[in-house]
């Protein structure tokens, strides 16, 4: 289509950065909603509009977007002045799949499963518990205020380059050194994971859809429908789809970067609980709870309008490339590894 002009709220960071450089790619005209904190030298061609989401935003007042497609809404409120200002044929809204109630089994859940409880949030504080809830929140302002024809995607654990939070990165140059790696919890735990740069992509491909059904109806003096083929509706963006383990994965990451020698050793949840080990600093566990059934998400509706994720051993390879000595300080160190590694022989 290559003729849009898309605000997007971020842009500059990972996620944002990756819808950012698809959305340039397609030949559309990107403006950006900054803070200017982060990545403020990324993409000169497109346009920089430096505030804070959560204050003064009378700068977008009075102008207009095909579509905006927002990154970093974690409370309503920020929906709602978002909204307050704003005129966009279409509101793209990134979710999270942390926005269902986790599911009593894992088995592939899909985008009507019941949501999160929010009854009892007290502030717009994101925290782990709120995390999800406000996320439920933020969908339905979205909704409410931007119409049917909102877009909301709810993906797992995006991966890829530019990770600031080096969570699925830090698998792969750890295994890439090799050696006894340290494998946390059941290698039966449920994962999913999603590349950012194809979610990206299928997300411009989605806004194009949809600017060209509106385009259609307003030809023939129609409102535009809600057609997820069109481009609107609820998505999961996920991959590949369950059953799909926290074993598998790790193994894939062996079998592309893995050098001769190296094995997963797989360390039991109740001892690395005890030992003060949690999803923190071993990435991606999801450290003793039952929130994993989470990670068994139907991308069935998104594969159907058009996501195409590329296979895992691909984003393993060029992350590995690309950010070989990438590392964010919150994984586990080689030494504390190398101890939990000796404690666990031991006791078993």
């Not at 929010?118 to 339905?140: H, I, R, W």
């Not at 259609?216 to 996920?238: I, M, N, R, S, Y």
């Not at 001769?260 to 690395?272: I, R």
């Amino acid at each position: 289509m290559g003729d849009m002009r898309i605000l997007i709220i971020g842009g500059t960071r990972f996620v944002g950065r990756h819808i950012t450089e698809a959305a340039i790619a397609a030949g559309h005209e990107v403006s950006l909603l900054h803070r200017g904190r982060t990545g403020a030298d990324l993409f000169p061609e497109a346009e920089h509009l430096v505030a804070d989401r959560d204050g003064d935003l009378s700068l977008l007042r009075g102008r207009g977007w095909d579509a905006t497609i927002d990154v970093t809404a974690y409370a309503p409120s920020q929906v709602e002045s978002l909204a307050s200002v704003l005129t966009t044929g279409q509101y793209v809204f990134i979710s999270t799949c942390a926005v269902y109630a986790v599911p009593e089994t894992p088995g592939g859940y899909a985008e009507d499963a019941p949501l999160a409880e929010t009854a009892g949030l007290t502030s717009e504080e994101v925290t782990p518990a709120s995390y999800g809830p406000l996320k439920v929140l933020c969908e339905q302002a979205a909704v409410k205020l931007f119409g049917p024809g909102t877009l909301i995607v709810r993906p797992t654990y995006v991966i890829g380059p530019h990770d600031h939070t080096g969570r699925f990165t830090y698998w792969v140059n750890r295994i890439a050194r090799g050696g006894e790696v340290l494998a946390p919890g059941d290698p039966s735990d449920p994962i999913q994971v999603i590349d950012g740069r194809d979610m990206a992509t299928w997300i411009i491909s989605m806004t194009e859809r949809a600017a060209a059904a509106r385009a259609t109806a307003g030809e023939k003096g129609q409102t535009a429908g809600t057609d997820p083929l069109d481009g609107t509706g609820v998505f999961h963006a996920v991959s590949p789809a369950p059953p799909f383990t926290f074993g598998d994965m790790l193994q894939a990451i062996a079998d592309e970067v893995g050098p001769p020698g190296t094995t997963l050793t797989w360390v039991g949840e109740d001892f690395l609980l005890a030992e003060g080990e949690n999803g923190r600093s071993l990435p991606l566990w999801s450290g003793g709870g039952h929130r994993g059934a989470l990670n068994t998400a139907d991308p069935a509706a998104a594969n159907a309008a058009g996501l195409a994720p590329r296979p895992l051993a691909r984003s393993v390879r060029e992350i590995r490339e690309s950010e070989a000595e990438y590392a964010t300080g919150a994984e586990i160190t080689p030494e504390r590894e190398a101890e939990l590694l000796a404690r666990w022989r031991s006791r078993s």
